[in-house]
């Protein structure tokens, strides 16, 4: 015969193991990373000298956020300043100017590229 409260019993002991489970499992925590900060961080994330900040700074060629007299750096746009001075692979740039020399080749000829044939007769 059906003893709903041995079934209510069996239901609630593997509930207990799930639940002992759970609670061993650790979730790792990404440590905070700090986006905004000061001088420090632009040092750190650059690798540049404080003076050689400043100096960039006043010729207008290092990305800051200035709030009254205090400066502020993001570190995305930090990251993505230094990426600004990759320079292309030889590879590379080959590749570029082949892909620019035949866009020019085929904007020579817009309607032959169009399957106008009527634009390579003479009339």
Do not use: C
Request: aromatic share 6%; proline share 6%.
């Amino acid at each position: 015969m059906f003893n709903p409260f041995e079934e209510l019993q069996l239901r609630l002991i593997r509930l207990e193991a799930i639940l002992v489970e759970l609670q061993s499992v650790t979730i790792p925590v990404a440590p905070t990373d700090k986006q905004l900060g000061g001088i420090e961080l632009a040092m750190q994330i650059t690798g540049l000298a404080q003076s050689t900040i400043y100096n960039l700074i006043s010729e207008g060629r290092f990305p800051h956020i200035k709030r009254g007299r205090k400066l502020y750096f993001s570190k995305p746009q930090l990251e993505a300043w230094i990426l600004e001075g990759t320079l292309q692979t030889l590879y590379e740039l080959e590749e570029e100017i082949q892909r620019h020399l035949s866009e020019e080749g085929n904007s020579d000829k817009p309607d032959q590229a169009n399957g106008n044939p009527s634009a390579t007769q003479n009339s």
